[in-house]
């Protein structure tokens, strides 16, 4: 691909609403406060979705929790925090601030009331303190869903398509809604969403879940006195989750409005991806939570150098670029073959794959007896990417495509029309 | 059995490798990539599943990880300070061959053992009593290896020790910056807590008692009595200020030594024991302090490791020089020497002499095969102990590890071989053997 002599644009338009880049923090603790957003821009960040406002709510204390693998903290976090707890007042005073300092950068304001009225009036208020955008918060899982708000009104659609219409009709700026996945099938949320008139959706929100228990105290967590509940997952963990449900409805026919993607984006590689998957904008909390407004830089970086690689000049060019190739499984050609290949020369010799191939896989990877360089068995390989996976050396197992001679063929084509498949590989 | 006095000067040494903090160790157990079939585990004579206790740490069971060490190697504790793990299980890590920093097995094996010791974990109970004894000559580290698995097997143990103190070289002779006295004597205590292990100090077999009464006595015997004294250059016995490297590493571990006035230090030899006593010497206050070796540096024999962070501690070396006469004159000692060509042959005017306050000889230890030559059926070879696999010396009833047996090895080994003797003596008896049924041919 050539590469594009221009500097790469990376100017994002979502739904209307613009931003020096696509990167915007989503609504949660690092969007609390002015103070904070105004900081956050100056970091780089092309917008920002306030925390959520409604009614404020008093919150617990003892309110995160993490899970951690092999010494790394928090691959996935969760929380039991509410929307905004700082009186109305301030924050709209403090919205009006920031876009008066920073006019170009965005600044959507996420909300979260009850009635008609109630709806009415705060989206006019956000709009008056010069709100460029509104995101209307269906997805909370925890606190606001037992009051009839947040991801009770996301996992029904009709409510969902109501409130969502309210909005529009009192709005004058673009509004989003923000989608929950705690639903078995996130297409029909989506397209509630925009039968309500919503100029994009944002997904996702955070799942359902308890982070995890103490083992001494008998009480899940994050524990509050000898009580805990259900909170709102998220972090790097959640990445597959999110990619699998932009995914599935920027590939739908019936959907046809921008996407904010959010869950466990941590740096310009995870954004890539999801706008690669059809996300215009790209949402980050969890990683800002943990490290700080400054990975911005990083991100601004990686994109733009990843953008002159491959020639885009604007985002636009990107966004959606891997859709087309995200189908079923019926559509995957069984005839295509790989087989692992290592490099000796590299192998450091741990055998990481051996076990893994061994207890995990089809058996078919061995050790020699004679170098610490295990062996492949290629007539039993089946090409899974375990033994990859596990590698430790970057670059040392390779997964390598093989000819075995046999038209490409699907198990629809198989079914269908009868297309013949190559001999099954570790079956007996 | 007497514990090392309070006032030693070995006191004043730092850890050479600090522990690890929790924190510390949580990070270095969680690189670990955890093998399969792993090299380090290969790489250690007793076989501990380092992946094993190393993942057990990440995952915060640090009791099954000291249980994991403990049950391949009872002096797990002593070793994870001692070992020589630059060219055992770490030099052997996968990630060397990766260009990353090897895992430090040695340092987590302490965190975990640390533990273990001060949480007054213990993991093992003696086994039902068989009524058979064994005697064990030494109260080294092969002896309380061979001793503790014995009494998990239900064998009743007494172990005869000539000194006051046990633990062997562990208590007498490893270097302070890797584990002092009193750690050493924790570790017997611990490992004796086993119960049923009879220690008789200040006796010794050959004179005190003889084998004879042994075979009398016990049903079995473990020889672990490790090397003899220092070895000395012709001519210089007697002289003030000229000691062996192991006698004064042991004055100055077990009390306290006077380096008054000595502002330079000669050690001779370029093997472990000469590594480490330059820098004990320099350690204890010496100003300059140097090893004067007959070969090179590429071909001497104690660890690069070790002479590496000699060199880092401002230690002098003088290649290729063998001393050939001692002398005491007014301002102190004087070492007569000659450089040695590359093949160890003296070169021709190139007579010098080397001032000194101090001199070490750390040129070998004596073998004490002797003490046991009269015996039918042991071999000697050259001094050392020749046994089988199983540490069998040829003798029915005559077992034998540990630097007796090896001629001068690491703990490890010592405690390698002592379970080994142990599971060979346990088959031994259990076959009905027994040496007091035995005609006692040749005893002494």
Same mark, same amino acid.
């Given at each position: ?428 | ?124 109970? +003696? ?181 590496? +962070?000699? !060199? ?106 002592? !379970? +080994? ?24």
């Amino acid at each position: 691909m050539a590469a594009a002599k221009v500097k790469p644009d990376l100017t994002t338009d979502c739904a209307g609403i613009r931003s020096p880049n696509p990167f915007w923090l989503a609504s949660a603790p690092p969007t609390n406060s002015g103070e904070q957003i105004m900081r956050a821009f100056d970091a780089g960040w092309g917008g920002a979705v306030w925390k959520t406002l409604g009614t404020p709510i008093q919150n617990v204390s003892s309110r995160f929790g993490a899970t951690n693998y092999r010494g790394t903290a928090a691959i996935g976090f969760n929380n039991i925090e509410l929307i905004t707890d700082r009186p109305l007042d301030v924050n709209f005073r403090e919205i009006a601030e920031v876009k008066k300092r920073y006019p170009d950068h965005a600044v959507i304001v996420s909300l979260m009331v009850e009635t008609r009225e109630e709806w009415k009036e705060i989206i006019q208020r956000s709009e008056d303190a010069g709100a460029d955008g509104l995101e209307l918060n269906f997805g909370c899982p925890h606190g606001m869903c037992e009051r009839g708000m947040g991801s009770a009104v996301g996992q029904e659609p009709k409510v969902n398509e109501r409130i969502t219409g309210w909005a529009k009709e009192f709005a004058t700026v673009p509004v989003l809604v923000k989608l929950t996945p705690n639903v078995g099938d996130i297409v029909p949320h989506g397209l509630a969403a925009k039968r309500g008139g919503a100029d994009g959706v944002s997904l996702i929100n955070t799942i359902k879940s308890i982070i995890g228990v103490d083992i001494d105290r008998f009480v899940p967590e994050p524990r509050v006195g000898g009580l805990s509940t259900n909170g709102g997952y998220c972090g790097a963990a959640v990445k597959p989750i999110a990619l699998h449900m932009v995914g599935a409805l920027a590939r739908d026919p019936g959907f046809d409005i921008p996407i904010s993607g959010i869950g466990g984006v941590r740096n310009w590689r995870d954004a890539i991806e999801f706008m690669l998957l059809g996300s215009t904008s790209v949402q980050v909390c969890t990683e800002v939570m943990l490290r700080g407004y400054r990975i911005v830089e990083d991100m601004i970086e990686g994109l733009t150098e990843y953008m002159a690689r491959h020639g885009f000049a604007t985002v636009d060019q990107l966004v959606g670029k891997a859709v087309p190739s995200f189908s079923e499984w019926g559509q995957l050609d069984l005839n295509y073959e790989t087989i692992a290949k290592i490099d000796a020369q590299s192998c450091i010799g741990c055998q990481l794959c051996v076990t893994a191939c061994h207890d995990g896989a089809h058996q078919c990877i061995h050790p020699t007896g004679e170098s610490r360089v295990p062996v492949i068995d290629e007539d039993e390989c089946v090409g899974c990417n375990l033994c990859q996976i596990v590698c430790p050396v970057p670059g040392c197992i390779s997964m390598v495509e093989v000819d075995n001679g046999y038209t490409p063929a699907t198990w629809n084509q198989h079914v269908g029309e009868g297309a013949t498949l190559r001999p099954k590989k570790g079956a007996h | 059995m007497i514990r090392p006095p309070s006032a030693r000067s070995e006191a004043v040494f730092d850890d050479f490798k600090p522990a690890y903090t929790t924190g510390q160790a949580l990070a270095e157990a969680n690189r670990c990539l955890y093998c399969s079939d792993a090299p380090c585990i290969q790489a250690c004579p007793t076989g501990i599943d380092i992946p094993e206790f190393i993942r057990k740490i990440a995952t915060d069971n640090v009791k099954g990880s000291a249980r994991t060490i403990f049950e391949a190697n009872i002096l797990g504790m002593s070793c994870a300070r001692v070992c020589p793990v630059e060219v055992l299980c770490v030099g052997d890590c996968v990630y060397n061959h990766m260009g990353v920093p090897p895992i430090q097995i040695g340092k987590l094996q302490r965190y975990s053992t640390d533990v273990a010791y001060a949480e007054g974990w213990t993991f093992f109970e +003696a086994g039902e009593d068989t009524g058979k004894r064994v005697a064990l000559v030494g109260a080294g580290p092969a002896s309380l290896a061979c001793a503790h698995a014995l009494r998990r097997m239900g064998h009743g143990c007494t172990i005869f020790e000539k000194r006051a103190v046990v633990g062997g070289l562990n208590t007498t002779g490893v270097a302070p910056y890797k584990m002092k006295a009193d750690r050493s004597q924790d570790e017997v205590d611990w490992v004796l807590s086993i119960g049923g292990v009879e220690l008789k100090t200040g006796v010794e077999v050959g004179r005190d008692v003889t084998f004879a009464d042994l075979e009398r006595d016990f049903d079995a015997v473990f020889v672990g009595f490790g090397l003899g004294p220092d070895g000395w250059l012709p001519d210089c016995e007697g002289i003030a200020g000229i000691h062996g490297a192991v006698d004064f590493i042991e004055r100055f571990k077990l009390g306290e030594v006077d380096l008054d006035g000595v502002e330079r230090a000669l050690v001779i030899g370029g093997g472990n024991t000469a590594v480490d006593a330059v820098r004990e010497l320099k350690g204890l206050g010496v100003p300059r302090v140097a090893m004067v070796y007959r070969g090179t540096e590429a071909g001497m024999s104690g660890y690069a490791h070790e002479w590496q +962070a000699a !060199k880092l501690e401002n230690i002098e070396a003088i290649w290729q020089t063998q001393p050939t006469g001692f002398a005491r004159g007014d301002d102190g000692l004087a070492v007569d020497a000659v450089k040695l060509d590359e093949k160890k042959r003296p070169i021709e005017g190139s007579a010098h002499r080397l001032p000194a306050d101090l001199v070490l000889l750390a040129i070998g230890q004596g073998k004490l095969g002797e003490l046991i030559a009269g015996l039918d059926g042991v071999r000697l070879d050259r001094g050392r102990l020749v046994v089988d696999a199983h540490g069998y010396t040829g003798r029915p009833g005559y077992y034998a590890g540990g630097d007796a047996a090896n001629g001068g090895k690491e703990v490890v080994n010592a405690a390698a071989e002592g !379970k +080994a003797a142990a599971r060979a003596i346990d088959a031994w008896l259990a076959a009905d053997n027994s040496l007091r049924s035995q005609k006692t041919e040749g005893a002494v």
